[in-house]
């Protein structure tokens, strides 16, 4: 494992994240939108924010997933990211999430609520450390991991990408 994600892992407290990854949550604004003035896409009152670390480390991946609110990614440290995301439309979009203004990468992504994501280093050799905020907060009953049958049906032009960013089968 790469020196410096040892150090992050071990000093941020991050633990295995069930898409693939560490993270840990840092941030839960204490205050909460109550149900009934959410979309009814959500069940239950969510904190107004929430926010996480999370960190890749050389093959590791984002399987695809999919939450019901916008999600912001921020660059930290270590390798580029590239970010796959399938919205709402049907259509795959690529972003490159890194320090390298200069090649393209961006400090910041958004995912947008509902859309299939998944991410992979750019670099296999090293990690990177990023964080995500979700507004309204984040909560695993919004949380969907892909399904690699159902996203390859749903989307047979990007099957090669979904076989290689999803591991679970059913």
Not at 6 to 14: A, N, V
Not at 54 to 82: C, M, P, T
Not at 126 to 134: A, D, P, W
């Amino acid at each position: 494992m790469n020196k410096k994600a040892e150090y992050y892992i071990s000093k941020l407290q991050l633990k295995p994240h069930p898409e693939g990854g560490y993270f840990k949550e840092v941030y839960r604004s204490g205050e909460i939108f109550e149900a009934e003035h959410l979309p009814g896409r959500y069940i239950g009152n969510r904190a107004f924010s929430t926010s996480i670390y999370f960190l890749l480390e050389g093959g590791q991946v984002s399987n695809f997933h999919r939450i019901k609110s916008d999600e912001l990614w921020h660059f930290y440290d270590g390798s580029a990211v590239k970010i796959y995301v399938i919205e709402e439309d049907g259509v795959m979009r690529y972003t490159s999430l890194g320090s390298n203004l200069e090649d393209g990468e961006a400090l910041q992504a958004v995912i947008k609520k509902n859309s299939w994501f998944a991410a992979e280093l750019k670099d296999k050799n090293s990690f990177c450390l990023i964080g995500c905020t979700v507004s309204p907060g984040f909560n695993f009953d919004d949380f969907e991991l892909g399904s690699r049958e159902s996203l390859i049906k749903q989307f047979p032009d990007y099957s090669e990408v979904i076989k290689k960013l999803t591991k679970f089968t059913h």
